[in-house]
């Protein structure tokens, strides 16, 4: 038994067992704070929002996320500090950081961060620098002092060695690797997998020039066949119709919720204190910020099926009860065109007697599964740099013509999301203009 | 769009695409029935109950069990069907009550049914017959009347053919089919694999005796092989230490909750009506029911956690933070000695201040993980019957010394479950009596 | 046991089981065709030539793969005869056609058609009009007479409807559909995979201008994911750089072989009457091919040892006990370079002794995983064809930008061949103009 | 480029990238002695003799296995040395003990082995201590001195720590954990599955006893599952009716050549002389054997597909065009019966025409998953031991009431064997004492 007492082991669908050894300081820092009350909240945040709505394996948490993520960073390490010494001094704040990278999502993760304007990210820091227990676990780390700030630097990306702040959040990061992969296993779907092992054997520090490099042919196809497979993931999953309007119909509930809390004060037949701040804007405390989480989003959206307010509840039944919004592609790229669809649609709705502030909307998607460093861009991103066989140093998209076609690529598109009651009405009207407009 | 209009697929991990066709009457009344509030309402309960604090990855729901039973009892329909031409008659049965057989379930399934005192299928029966969107639908449905009384004579196993029931329900049915090679993928285990489509191609009606049949030698060897699966998921998944002591943290929560609101009635922080009345066995409505869920109940322990009653607070935190008890297998199967072992280990743990009518537990686990017809017993298990290539007809044991062997064996075990503050304590004073006790 | 006699089951690692139905006159004739002398030759011929000596995996025969690609081809059928009557009467026609398009591969499949210049789809309809049992089976055959002419019309391309000879060849065929899926499995590799069923599904006859047509949005990404997957399996299996040095090595034996026949007649230590006729490009009978296979081939090798020639004992020891060539990437693609650089090669080995023609050669690579029909091309690839949600009809190069990219991509790469034991030699004159100078 | 010289990776489509880094002695070891032209010849072997005729998939050879044991036994060497230091010395010698271990195999593995009556480890203990490349690597290999002695010890159980052969081959060996694993993946069953993971790392050396032993209770469920899978793959797929009667075929074929040479001789059409020496029992050297191979037998048995012996020539064509024999279970265990039933099917089939010796055969089969020591026995097996959880150390089936039954099993049966053509004449006389008398 005293064998095995200083080993954890994490059952995990997709690592396998992931083991820690807490007699290795930077494996018992990650014991400790998945231990903390902060860390364990994640287990109540699907890692999908509401996919599965739509795909109905979709079920697991941010808390088994952020474990895979820790583990991968964790072969990672193994592989740069066999090549590169000074790589192990930074073990246990890769570790803590890619452990921690999501411990500020709120309820069903980046839905409603858009709608309520807030950042996850902000979050994590606040959490990590605040009065929290994992605060407390990292001053008490001994082996890497000023671990809290240290996180936090990382990930704001300004920690220097950068790439360390790669290693968790990059174009080529551990964070997708665990994702892609849970994600399409969850799903029942082939679309994300791709050689993960090949892929960290390739992986290299660049000293000189402080980034990662993959090295190698077979590294390189490795990571193309990874960016196909991100592609595919987004076309098919993430940015999946139903997912549109399901993630369109919780934003819009959670718009109706704050406008009767902040119409009608005291009208609202359910709320408690931290949901209310949360909703209308107010200071959250990081305290107060810790109690959010799916649990209590939800049971909110239940008790509103009884509000007074007509309009909260009924889009509170089509939430809990899946009676979700539809969404139809726009045919079209052009602004005035969209907009003048989106009036029409929004006519449509409301002579059926829906408001169309809530029952109509447009959302874009569009994304590149990768993109090269675009010094002009609020965001740029990091480079994929390949070293070849024969010793080129060169950015991705320069080696391979698929990859400069997937950066070349515009993947934009219009959706019109609207009650499944208008479809009929709207085939009529703007059907011409719409893809999809059935009643299923 | 129109050729695809009449087709509504799941996107299963285990099974993968679940396609159901609205044009055939059996699969547009499965589509009607999981459209329904009431089945929407499992997506709210989870699979595994409290598995996931021990499996990381169990974080299933049972609404995508119950779409899996369906499935698969539609593929075993389709082959009992070619072969007995009368089964055809019974497929919407057979197919509503797979999918419906789990609706009765309430929060955190199975563990809060043993602490008070309720039965899911009682439930399922009261909601299929009750006044729902399930009942409504069953009555609507042209091809088979009546289906509503149908569906639960099958469950009460009062219908006849008796195979439809052993379909849905027996040692052979489609319920642990689904659940065994489900459970495997989610927790990342290998245990609970077996050959399921040569399981399902090798069964037959025998009409003669109103039964199922396993029919050859290949099919009698899929068939141990799927019982070994069983006992395999019960040692080292259901029945995990870990998992009685999250069971029975979870039980002793519940039990102190009613008592707060018993014994102090107004006094309990928070609860509403429903919770009240399901918590307190009042005569719940059907409709009341429906609300109680996994989401309703963790949002109430969340509230909890600042609870005046020290009990109460304490329990919760260690549910929701997931600091859950210990459990140490008892070396005896001697009533008088583990009654003497739970008396010294409740002294242990109230001399340490805690309150050991909510401290301390014995749980036994015990199972076969196939028996055969016991007429003596209360619940007598429906043999599985092979019909060997030779043209024998024998219930298993008699085939395989194997499965004779599982079904001697005795597989009772007594569990001490206690705090983990007490470990230190107990191993001093009566550690000989236990196994594994330790302070992680 | 009556029951199942009309069933045949084989148990594929990749498609599970393949049941075929003997009642079912297309199912009996190609169990009958299976069961023949010609078909049960392909058991003794790599699937993949002599990648197993790269992939260890890769040891399957050309026969697993032609009972999996009529078996998708099946698969298909189903799909298409549920949308489109008419395609029940070429279910025969195409069942029988996957099965037999590959039965005229010779020894190590590709490998020796290059070099000796034959053609093994020649073959393949030599043996089905042939005196061979496969012919006496399709002439037996009632439900569609002519059948033996019509799989060669089908193999030809000269047979009306199209979409008949696209299932079994085209840019989207069960050939490559099995293919890609099964050398992945046998490999190991993650490369290979896609989502089948979902293509299959999404494929239907375009009747109006007689071609296979892939419908929808999902079907769409299906689609470019298979493509993703043929480009990454091209890069990291079929046309890795040992496997072309594996491939140069027995291409030089078996030119060696030849010029030892024809210049020294009757001095060849072993060689029987089949062989010598193939092997000098005499007019082989189809009773006399149908000898040939891998078998045989690697038991002349075995003996060529100890042949008197020494550079046919040297390449046959090469080649039996994997002292394989190695190859080297040219870094350049200007024709003048590439032969200089061929020339100084010859140079370095010619002076270390060993023949230059048979111990240095230039190979090159390149392959569109997708093109567009191209007319003036002497075989002009049928286009993909796609249609999308909204109703339009396109070639799948105009809808996504990655796959223009795919088609407008250059693949081709040179490659050096040479004896391990010149790598140091050319390292030191010729390094720079290749990767990969090593001696492992 | 430098850099990964030193690695050499094989890709396993089982264990995935089996990396071997030259610079540690052990496995530069390795790498040298799979380069021999000794083990290169395993490539040449089936690992599953005749199976593919069953089991399309089962095309492997013993070369991938060896390399997996070789790559199992590395890894558990990783957690055997780990818990005891002293484990490391032996890595060496466990790891080309693994690799070599089936070295000394003959064409058709086991097939041939029992009809000419010798034994593979003899052959390769015979092929280690020879003048042999391999020979010449042990030797030199300076860390360990006196390696092919060391090796044949193992081999031979005598050396000392003893668990270093038990690391090989017992009842808990990596030779089985490659196998299972492998044979279910190629042939497509999922029986064979257990959790090797679990399994190595819950074994430890017993030091004391010297003997390895599983550790705690997750150890010994794992192991169960494995001994499990292990009589479900014995039952399903080595002991498969089909591929008892292709050994028969085969097993006849070869003692009708043997007669052929030796009553006739210089008749026989076509025949190399290793293989003669080797079919009648002459004394061969190593560099003989070494010559034989699947290639080499099957080579010739296509050459007697012409043999002027009848019944040669009809054995060679039905194995080479796989109409193999037909395989009934002699439903009796009675030894007089089952002679009786023999000699019955032996008149039948002399009255068609064929002679009985060559025609008719009995086979038992029998075998237990597992065995507890019986020192009584000519080859006692070593028990497998665990240590509870509760610090109680006891062989497994007194542990396990089910692993009990599968000792105590009784599984013999007995087969009878005979040309299809005699299918029906047999069912008229003697089905009563048959299983499976039927024409498919």
Same mark, same amino acid.
């Given at each position: 038994?005293?064998?095995?007492?200083?080993?954890?082991?994490?059952?995990? =669908?997709?690592?396998?067992?992931?083991?820690?050894?807490?007699?290795?300081?930077?494996?018992?820092?990650?014991?400790?704070?998945?231990?903390?009350?902060?860390?364990?909240?994640?287990?109540?945040?699907?890692?999908?929002?509401?996919?599965?709505?739509?795909?109905?394996?979709?079920?697991?948490?941010?808390?088994?996320?952020?474990?895979?993520?820790?583990?991968?960073?964790?072969?990672?390490?193994?592989?740069?500090?066999?090549?590169?010494?000074?790589?192990?001094?930074?073990?246990?704040?890769?570790?803590?950081?890619?452990?921690?990278?999501?411990?500020?999502?709120?309820?069903?993760?980046?839905?409603?961060?858009?709608?309520?304007?807030?950042?996850?990210?902000?979050?994590?820091?606040?959490?990590?620098?605040?009065? !929290?227990?994992?605060?407390?676990?990292?001053?008490?780390?001994?082996?890497?002092?000023?671990?809290?700030?240290?996180?936090?630097?990382?990930?704001?990306?300004?920690?220097?060695?950068?790439?360390?702040?790669?290693? *968790?959040?990059?174009?080529?990061?551990?964070?997708?690797?665990?994702?892609?992969?849970?994600?399409?296993?969850?799903?029942?779907?082939?679309?994300?997998?791709?050689?993960?092992?090949?892929?960290?054997?390739?992986?290299?520090?660049?000293?000189?020039?402080?980034?990662?490099?993959?090295?190698?042919?077979?590294?390189?196809?490795?990571?193309?066949?990874?960016?196909?497979?991100?592609?595919?993931?987004?076309?098919?999953?993430?940015?999946?119709?139903?997912?549109?309007?399901?993630?369109?119909?919780?934003?819009?509930?959670?718009?109706?919720?704050?406008?009767?809390?902040?119409?009608? =004060?005291?009208?609202?037949?359910?709320?408690?204190?931290? !949901?209310?701040?949360?909703?209308?804007?107010?200071?959250?405390?990081?305290?107060?910020?810790? !109690?959010?989480?799916?649990?209590?989003?939800?049971?909110?959206?239940?008790?509103?099926?009884?509000?007074?307010?007509?309009?909260?509840?009924?889009?509170?039944?089509?939430?809990?009860?899946?009676?979700?919004?539809?969404?139809?592609?726009?045919?079209?790229?052009?602004?005035?065109?969209?907009?003048?669809?989106?009036?029409?649609?929004?006519? *449509?709705?409301?002579?059926?007697?829906?408001? =169309?502030?809530?029952?109509?909307?447009?959302?874009?998607?569009?994304?590149?599964?990768?993109?090269?460093?675009?010094?002009?861009?609020?965001?740029?991103?990091?480079?994929?740099?390949?070293?070849?066989?024969?010793?080129?140093?060169?950015?991705?998209?320069?080696?391979?013509?698929?990859?400069?076609?997937?950066?070349?690529?515009?993947?934009?598109?219009?959706?019109?999301?609207?009650?499944?009651?208008?479809?009929?009405?709207?085939?009529? !009207?703007?059907?011409?203009?719409?893809?999809?407009?059935?009643?299923?």
């Amino acid at each position: 038994m005293q064998r095995v007492a200083n080993k954890r082991t994490y059952l995990d =669908p997709i690592h396998q067992d992931i083991v820690l050894d807490r007699s290795k300081p930077a494996e018992r820092l990650v014991v400790d704070l998945i231990d903390t009350v902060e860390f364990q909240r994640l287990r109540r945040i699907h890692q999908l929002g509401v996919s599965h709505f739509t795909f109905q394996g979709a079920e697991g948490s941010r808390f088994t996320h952020s474990v895979g993520v820790m583990h991968v960073a964790s072969r990672l390490c193994d592989i740069l500090c066999s090549r590169t010494e000074s790589a192990e001094n930074e073990r246990a704040l890769i570790l803590a950081t890619a452990l921690l990278h999501d411990v500020g999502h709120g309820p069903f993760s980046h839905v409603t961060e858009k709608v309520l304007g807030y950042d996850h990210e902000d979050w994590s820091c606040k959490i990590i620098s605040g009065d !929290t227990e994992i605060r407390q676990i990292l001053d008490n780390f001994s082996e890497d002092h000023g671990l809290a700030d240290k996180i936090v630097k990382v990930l704001k990306k300004t920690y220097k060695p950068a790439y360390v702040s790669h290693v *968790v959040s990059s174009q080529l990061d551990c964070d997708r690797f665990d994702y892609l992969l849970r994600d399409s296993y969850m799903t029942g779907t082939a679309y994300g997998l791709f050689a993960l092992q090949r892929i960290l054997r390739s992986i290299e520090v660049d000293e000189e020039n402080d980034r990662m490099i993959v090295v190698g042919e077979k590294g390189q196809i490795a990571v193309e066949d990874y960016l196909f497979a991100r592609y595919s993931m987004y076309a098919q999953v993430y940015y999946h119709r139903k997912n549109l309007a399901a993630r369109a119909l919780l934003g819009k509930l959670i718009k109706r919720a704050r406008h009767v809390i902040e119409e009608t =004060p005291g009208k609202i037949s359910f709320i408690d204190e931290e !949901t209310k701040h949360w909703l209308t804007g107010g200071d959250l405390s990081v305290e107060e910020y810790l !109690t959010l989480d799916d649990v209590q989003l939800s049971y909110h959206i239940k008790r509103w099926l009884k509000d007074p307010d007509p309009i909260l509840s009924d889009l509170s039944a089509r939430f809990i009860n899946r009676r979700i919004f539809k969404a139809s592609r726009i045919n079209s790229q052009d602004p005035d065109e969209i907009k003048a669809i989106e009036e029409q649609a929004r006519k *449509v709705v409301a002579l059926m007697g829906f408001d =169309p502030d809530y029952y109509v909307t447009v959302e874009s998607t569009g994304f590149r599964p990768y993109d090269y460093y675009r010094p002009e861009e609020e965001h740029p991103q990091t480079n994929i740099v390949v070293r070849t066989d024969s010793g080129d140093v060169k950015e991705l998209s320069q080696l391979s013509p698929t990859i400069e076609a997937l950066v070349k690529g515009d993947y934009t598109a219009y959706w019109l999301i609207y009650p499944v009651e208008a479809s009929e009405k709207l085939s009529e !009207t703007i059907a011409s203009a719409l893809t999809h407009v059935g009643t299923h």
